[in-house]
């Protein structure tokens, strides 16, 4: 891989974020003309587009750039191409938590934060508590045990939502329902600055540790023979991306196949080493999720199809690829 390469694509990634901010939140049902906007930003296409729109491409970058890079962290961890945020139950005990808050039918705030980004919050910090405790409990702190019990959590979580969505009357249950499908539906920019300190926090880590990325996905006993405290960057690389997986999905609810989808993309076209994908995926995992959303929007209008089920459609053929490709390989 060339430098060249790098800088061609990182100059053409730039580009595409900068024109998605540009026109995509002028797209929709109504579309806007950005001299309305700039001339007139207290009139309707004023209003649609800083209070509607932009919040809305705002943190659809902001979740398909985190979704993205906690992907290519978890498949450096676990040197598994198929990993994702989800695979350590982190998403699934995130989604357990907002899913009792809607149950219990509760509203509140605490210092601006809704009370659905706490209970988000507390149910990833379970998962990761709970596969600690459990890996801990073997004597020692294998990969191969994480993700077993990754998975095991993974379904009880699954398993307890429903039971929940059962119990719920039938408002809850709708709300539940649409909640879990994902979706990006935010007035105002509130939910952006509520996930930016913590997916901001989680980037910065992952950034600083790309070199431990690197020796991970090389190996373990490789990484220790370098030098690497291994056990002690992946306890940090884990809660790296719990920090941002949870706020993503306090805000939009579970997103799934971003992170698997991305990471692979940036590695067929620039190579595995992570010094280049931590960006690259940031950049590529902002364009692609907005794009996603803008198809969602405008595909059923004036109905709105959830981002989820997009991402669902584009990511389960993707996996499937995955699968036959591996196996020949």
């Known amino acids: ?22 026109l995509l939140p002028l ?7 950005l001299r309305d906007v700039w001339m007139h930003p207290a009139g309707s296409a004023g209003q649609i587009y800083w209070q509607l729109r932009l919040p809305r491409q705002s ?42 808050y809607l149950w219990a039918g509760w509203s509140f705030q605490v210092l601006g934060i809704s009370g659905t980004a706490f209970f988000a919050f ?35 979580f699954s398993s307890l939502i429903l ?13 539940i329902l649409r909640w879990l499908m994902g979706g990006l539906d935010v007035v105002g920019f509130q939910s952006f600055w509520e996930a930016l300190p913590w997916v901001g926090l989680g980037t910065v880590i992952l950034i600083w540790r790309r ?5 991970l996905a090389a ?13 002690r960057s992946k306890i940090l690389i884990m809660s790296a991306v719990g920090l941002m997986v949870s706020a993503i999905v306090a805000v939009t609810g579970p997103i799934g196949f971003v992170g698997i ?26 364009v692609f999720l907005p794009v996603c959303d803008a198809f969602a929007r405008m595909v059923l209008a004036p109905a709105e199809m959830p981002v989820g089920i997009i991402t669902a459609l584009l990511g389960g053929p993707f996996f499937l690829w995955l699968l036959i490709r591996q196996r020949k390989q």
């Open 1 to 22: 891989m060339t430098r060249s390469r790098v800088a061609v694509f990182f100059l053409l990634a730039a580009l595409a974020a900068l024109t998605e901010f540009l």
């Open 27 to 33: 797209l929709g049902l109504q579309t806007l003309s």
């Open 59 to 100: 943190v659809a970058f902001l979740a398909g750039a985190g979704l993205a890079l906690g992907g290519l962290a978890f498949q450096a961890l676990f040197r598994n191409p198929l990993a994702t945020p989800f695979t350590l139950g982190t998403a699934s005990g995130a989604s357990l938590g907002a899913t009792f």
């Open 122 to 156: 507390g149910g990833a910090l379970l998962a990761l508590g709970s596969i600690y405790l459990l890996s801990r409990a073997r004597r020692g702190f294998p990969t191969e045990t994480m993700l077993l019990a990754g998975v095991a959590l993974s379904f009880l």
């Open 163 to 175: 039971l929940l969505q059962y119990l719920s009357n039938q408002v809850h249950s709708l709300r």
């Open 211 to 215: 070199w431990d990325l690197n020796l």
């Open 219 to 231: 190996g373990e006993d490789l990484a220790a023979g370098r030098g690497m405290a291994v056990e």
């Open 261 to 286: 989808m991305i990471p692979h993309v940036c590695r067929l076209i620039l190579g595995p080493d992570h010094r280049y994908l931590t960006g690259a995926v940031l950049l590529l995992g902002g």
